[in-house]
């Protein structure tokens, strides 16, 4: 398996743009996690799916992020529109829903907004 | 609410000293789960190690050892014969059976190993 892969790597843009992280999960992995890094305020996460469900949304800074999950296989995270203070490294990881698996992480996106 | 403390914010050691790398977590699940990653400066997060609530063995893989101790909700990471390639961000992260599943971070200890 390929494991966990987000696209892209690396994205600059300028302020009030729109930026669209990608994620694949690994295959029969059915929950998913978004996580932002940053210096000040470390991983925190953003949302959570099961099953394709948001679960837990209440780490969504505000209404300009918004997340989904079409299908098992695939889910974005948008930020509409963008401020430089969302610039960081954004995480896709996914775990089965067994009681003690870990998760997975990609490699992250890291996003600049200037 | 869970919630994971690493109080260490950066060691610095010389190769082959032992280093612990110490977590202390909070939740009021008595079903949860402890996990150890490593952050190269490459910034990957890799898992190292999962323990359940109910297995207080400790557990040693090579130079890597735990210390799970319940009863001062403590989950310590212990390097023994520090080599350089072991310079990393090490997050411990708990997540809770019943309450919120998705994985709570610590802050990070930043370990660097000098030659």
């Known amino acids: 398996d390929a494991g966990v892969i987000q696209s892209p790597r690396h994205e600059v843009t300028e302020m009030g743009q729109e930026v669209t992280l990608r994620c694949k999960p690994i295959?029969?992995?059915?929950?998913l996690f978004w996580y932002r890094q940053t210096m000040m305020r470390g991983l925190e996460l953003l949302i959570y799916?099961?099953?394709?469900?948001?679960?837990?949304d209440s780490g969504m800074p505000e209404d300009r992020f918004s997340a989904k999950m079409p299908n098992a296989s695939f889910s974005t995270l948008k930020i509409q529109p963008s401020e430089p203070r969302d610039s960081a490294v954004y995480f896709c990881a996914s775990r089965t829903t067994g009681i003690f698996s870990e998760a997975f992480f990609g490699q992250g996106t890291r996003l600049t907004v200037v | 609410a869970q919630k994971v403390t690493q109080a260490q914010t950066e060691i610095s050691v010389v190769e082959k000293e032992d280093v612990t790398l110490d977590c202390v977590y909070e939740t009021r699940d008595t079903t949860y789960y402890l996990f150890w990653y490593k952050q190269p400066p490459s910034g990957e997060l890799v898992f190292l190690i999962r323990?359940?609530?109910?297995?207080?063995q400790n557990e040693i893989s090579g130079r890597y050892s735990w210390n799970f101790q319940k009863s001062t909700s403590s989950f310590n990471f212990t390097i023994t014969a520090s080599q350089v390639v072991d310079s990393a961000v090490y997050f411990c992260a708990l997540s809770e059976a019943t309450g919120r599943r998705a994985l709570t971070f610590g802050s990070g200890t930043r370990l660097q190993v000098q030659p």
């Open positions: 799916f099961n099953n394709n469900v948001p679960i837990d």
């Open positions: 295959s029969g992995h059915n929950s």
């Open positions: 323990r359940n609530s109910f297995d207080e």
